[in-house]
C-alpha cells in the first residue's frame, strides 16, 4: 500500500458489523419512523433524529466543478526512472523513486451528469504526493488549447456551455454560441482542428495521451534551468471511437468511460502511462518560429523529441466518489523545487482561478486539509482557523519572525528542498497587449490537417459538418468557413459542401475580431498560413500502434446450439492475449452449445449493443445461426459493429449470419477489411486476434478527401 493510501486510512469508515449511529455516535433505535404525537399524528420538533438526518442530506449537494464537472479518478502510483538528475533536482523524478498519485479524467462542458461520450476535451489532471510536497500536473488529453490568454477564458466558457436564455444543449458545443465565438477568435483554430478530430471522443480515458499544454521549467541542482512541455503516453496506444458510436453509446452507457476506469482497476489490469517532457534550452527561447510562451502551439515532436522521465500506473479506484474524486483539488501552483512556470499569459491566469474556485467550491481556505488534498509531506505554517479546521495547532505563536517558539516552523535553504522562484530577468512596460510573437494562428491548425490520413481529414470535416449544422445563424457558418478557408481551401470546400454553402470570400462577411477600440485590428489579425508547415507523424492516430489486444471488450454474439468447440476455442484464445470476452445471447441464463457443458450468458441482447464492444464473433452450430437470424437486435449488432469499422469474426454456420446480415444493410460485410470469414475455424481465432489489434477498419467507409 502506498504512502498516501495508508495515511487516508484513517478517514477510512465501513459501516460492515456496526450498529447505526447519529453523527454524535448514539445508536438509534429506529430509523424507519420519525417521532410523533401518536402514530397518525404530526411530526415533534424535538425529533433530533430526524433533523439531523434530513438537515444532512439537505446540504449534501456543493457546487459542481465550473468546467471539468464530470470526472473520473483513480489512485496510483509513479515511479521515474534512471536518467532525469541532469534536468531537474525534483525529488519525485529522481532515478527509481515511487510516488503516489491520484488521477481525475474528466470532459469540460458538461454538468455532472452528462454523458462520457461528448465531443470535448478531456482533462487529465495529476495530483503527485510528493516527499517535497503535492505537485499537480493539470492537463488535458489535446496539447494546446482555444485561447492565448486567461482574460478571455470566461468568454470561451460561457460560448461553449449550454446557452443561458433555455440551458440547451448540453455538454456539446454544437450550437450558435460557441460558433459564434470561434468565428471570430482565429487564435482558436488550432485547438478547433483537435477538437473536432477523433482526439475529442477517446475509446477509454487509458487510451488517451495527456499534455501539461503550457512550457514550464525544469531547475536542475546547479539551478540551471530548461523549458519544458509534459506529455503522458499511455501503454495500450491511443484509440477513438467514431462519432456514431459515440452518439449511441451515450445512449446505451453514458459512464462508459469512468465505468471502462473502474472495471480495468479492478480486473487488475491497470491503466498505464510514461511520463515525458520535451526539452529546450534556455538559450533556444526564440528558435522556432512560434512563441513557447503561446499555449496555442505544440513543438513538433520532429523537432524536440519526448525524453522519457517515468511511468505512472493506476491501481486502485476511490472508495467513494465524492470524499476522493469530487473533493480532490487540482491547482497549477501546487509545486515542488525543480520544477518552475513561464510567463505562458494562459499559465498566469490559471495559477489565480484554481485555489480561488476552490474555495468557493469546497467552501473555505482549509480545502488542502481533506484528506484527498493532504500533502504526505509534513505541513507547518502560521496559517489558522477558518471554516471547518481540523488541524489542531498547539503552541503559542502563530506569527513569523518570532522568539517565542524559537523561531519555528523555520524557512528552509535551498539545500533543504526550500522552494526558490527561478530568477528569470523580467523587464518591460505595463501594457495590456499580445505579443506579435503570438500572431500566426493557422500554420499549427494546418500542420495538423496535413499531418492528418485521409481517413483521419473525413472525420474532421464530417465533425465540422455535424457541429455547424446544428448552428442556426447562417452568418456563423459562413464566418467559420472563413476560418477554415485560412487553414486549407480544400478543407473549408469540403466542410461548406455538407452545409449546401460556398466559401465566402473574407470581405463578404463583416469579421469583428473583437479588437479593442484604441488598438490596431492588425495585432489582432493572424498571418496567413505558412506554406511550407509540413506535417508531424505524431499528431496522427491512424497508424499502426502494435500494443496488441489486452483489455478490449470482445462480444461472442450466440444462442443454444451454437458450437461448443469454436466458441471456448475463441475464447481461450482472446483471453490468452488478455482481451475481456463477453457472451452476448438473445436471453440471459445459461446457453447450451451443441457440445460440452452449458455456459454462463454475460449479457442478453436486450442490454447489450456493439458499440459497447471492439469487436463481435459469431461461433458457428445451425440452430443459433437459425436464432440469431430471427433477432433484429443480432443483426443490428453485426450490422453497427461493421458499420464502425470494427473487427468482425465467424466460422462455420455464422458465416451465414454473416451474409444474412449482409443482406440487411451491411453491404459488402463479407469482402470487406478486417471481416474474418472461416469454414476452417482453425485458423480464425489468430486471424481475429491482429485484426483487433489493428481497432478499425477505415477502408469500409467513403472518404471525402
Ligand atoms: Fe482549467 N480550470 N482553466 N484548464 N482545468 C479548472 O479548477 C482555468 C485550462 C483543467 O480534475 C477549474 O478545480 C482557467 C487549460 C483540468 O479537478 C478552474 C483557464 C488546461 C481541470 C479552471 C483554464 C486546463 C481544470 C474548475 C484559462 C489544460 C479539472 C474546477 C486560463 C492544460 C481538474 C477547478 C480536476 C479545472 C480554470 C485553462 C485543465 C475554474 C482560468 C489550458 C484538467 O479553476
Not at 120 to 141: C, H, I, P, S, W
Not at 229 to 251: C, N, R, T, Y
Not at 334 to 343: A, E, R, Y
Not at 664 to 676: H, K, P, Q, R, Y
Request: proline share 5%; aromatic share 8%; charged share 25%.
Amino acid at each position: 500500500m502506498n504512502e498516501k493510501l495508508k495515511e487516508l486510512d484513517k478517514n477510512r469508515e465501513d459501516s460492515i458489523d456496526q450498529f447505526l449511529t447519529t453523527n454524535q455516535g448514539l445508536r438509534v433505535s429506529d430509523d424507519q419512523n420519525s417521532l410523533k404525537a401518536g402514530d397518525r399524528g404530526p411530526s415533534l420538533l424535538e425529533d433530533f433524529i430526524l433533523r439531523e438526518k434530513i438537515t444532512h442530506f439537505d446540504h449534501e449537494r456543493i457546487p459542481e466543478r465550473v468546467v471539468h464537472a464530470r470526472g473520473a479518478a483513480a489512485h496510483g502510483i509513479f515511479e521515474a526512472y534512471d536518467s532525469n538528475s541532469e534536468f531537474t533536482k525534483a525529488h519525485f523524478l529522481q532515478p527509481g523513486v515511487k510516488t503516489p498519485v491520484f488521477t481525475r479524467f474528466s470532459t469540460v462542458a458538461g454538468s455532472r451528469g452528462s454523458t462520457d461520450l461528448a465531443r470535448d476535451v478531456r482533462g487529465f489532471a495529476v495530483k503527485f504526493y510528493t516527499q517535497e510536497g503535492v505537485f499537480d500536473l493539470v492537463g488535458n488529453n489535446m496539447p494546446v488549447f482555444f485561447i492565448q490568454d486567461a482574460i478571455k477564458f470566461p468568454d470561451l466558457i460561457h460560448a461553449v456551455k449550454p446557452e443561458p436564455n433555455n440551458e440547451i444543449p448540453q455538454a456539446a458545443s454544437a450550437h450558435d454560441t460557441f460558433w459564434d465565438f470561434i468565428s471570430i477568435t482565429p487564435e482558436s483554430m488550432h485547438m478547433i482542428m483537435w477538437v473536432m478530430s477523433d482526439r475529442a471522443i477517446p475509446r477509454s480515458l487509458r487510451m488517451m495521451e495527456g499534455f501539461g499544454v503550457h512550457t514550464f521549467r525544469f531547475i536542475n541542482k546547479e539551478g540551471k534551468a530548461r523549458f519544458v512541455k509534459f506529455h503522458w503516453k499511455p501503454m495500450l496506444g491511443v484509440h477513438s471511437v467514431v462519432w456514431d458510436e459515440a452518439q449511441l453509446i451515450s445512449g446505451r452507457d453514458p459512464d462508459f468511460h469512468r465505468r471502462d476506469l473502474w472495471d480495468s482497476i479492478e480486473n487488475g489490469d491497470f491503466p498505464e502511462w510514461e511520463l515525458g517532457v520535451q526539452i529546450v534550452e534556455e538559450e533556444d527561447e526564440h528558435k522556432f518560429d512560434f512563441d513557447l510562451l503561446d499555449a496555442t502551439k505544440i513543438i513538433p515532436e520532429e523537432l524536440v523529441p519526448v525524453t522519457k522521465l517515468g511511468k505512472m500506473t493506476l491501481n486502485r479506484n476511490p472508495d467513494n466518489y465524492f470524499a476522493e474524486t469530487e473533493q480532490v483539488a487540482f491547482h497549477l501552483g501546487h509545486l515542488v523545487p525543480g520544477l518552475d512556470f513561464t510567463n505562458d499569459p494562459l499559465l498566469q491566469g490559471r495559477l489565480f482561478s484554481y485555489t480561488d474556485t476552490q474555495l468557493k467550491r469546497l467552501g473555505g481556505p482549509n480545502f488542502h486539509e481533506i484528506p484527498i488534498n493532504r500533502s504526505v509531506a509534513p505541513v507547518h505554517n502560521n496559517q489558522r482557523d477558518g471554516h471547518m479546521r481540523q488541524e489542531i495547532n498547539k503552541g503559542q505563536t502563530s506569527y513569523s519572525p518570532n522568539t517565542i517558539a524559537k523561531g519555528c516552523p523555520f524557512q528552509a535553504g535551498q539545500d533543504m528542498s526550500g522552494f526558490t522562484s527561478y530568477a528569470e530577468r523580467v523587464d518591460g512596460q505595463k501594457v495590456r497587449a499580445r505579443s506579435k510573437s503570438f500572431i500566426d494562428h493557422y500554420s499549427q491548425a494546418l500542420l495538423f490537417w496535413n499531418s492528418m490520413t485521409d481517413t483521419e481529414k473525413t472525420h474532421i470535416v464530417k465533425a465540422l459538418r455535424f457541429e455547424l449544422g446544428k448552428v442556426k445563424m447562417e452568418e456563423i457558418r459562413k464566418r467559420m468557413l472563413i476560418q477554415l478557408a485560412q487553414v486549407d481551401q480544400k478543407l473549408a470546400v469540403l466542410v461548406g459542401n455538407g452545409l449546401g454553402l460556398q466559401v465566402p470570400s473574407a470581405k463578404d462577411v463583416q469579421l469583428n475580431l473583437g479588437v479593442p477600440a484604441d488598438a490596431d485590428p492588425a495585432d489582432y489579425q493572424s498571418e496567413p498560413a505558412k506554406s511550407d508547415v509540413g506535417s508531424s507523424e505524431a499528431l496522427s492516430m491512424d497508424k499502426p500502434q502494435n500494443k496488441g489486444i489486452k483489455t478490449r471488450q470482445i462480444a461472442i454474439l450466440a444462442a443454444d446450439g451454437a458450437s461448443g468447440a469454436q466458441l471456448t476455442a475463441m475464447k481461450e484464445a482472446l483471453m490468452a492475449e488478455g482481451a475481456m470476452v463477453k457472451l452476448v445471447a438473445p436471453h440471459l441464463g445459461m446457453l447450451k452449445p451443441d457440445s460440452g457443458e452449458a455456459m454462463k450468458i454475460d449479457g442478453s441482447l436486450q442490454t447489450e449493443a456493439s458499440v459497447l464492444y471492439d469487436a463481435v464473433y459469431v461461433p458457428g452450430g445451425q440452430s443459433s445461426v437459425d436464432t440469431l437470424k430471427q433477432e433484429p437486435d443480432a443483426v443490428r449488432f453485426v450490422r453497427e459493429a461493421f458499420m464502425h469499422c470494427k473487427p468482425i469474426a465467424a466460422s462455420g454456420e455464422g458465416v451465414d449470419f454473416l451474409k444474412a446480415t449482409e443482406k440487411m444493410g451491411a453491404d459488402g460485410l463479407l469482402d470487406s477489411e478486417g471481416v474474418i470469414s472461416g469454414q476452417n475455424s482453425d485458423d480464425v481465432p489468430q486471424q481475429f486476434i491482429e485484426a483487433i489489434g489493428k481497432h478499425r477498419f477505415w477502408s469500409r467507409e467513403k472518404s471525402l478527401v
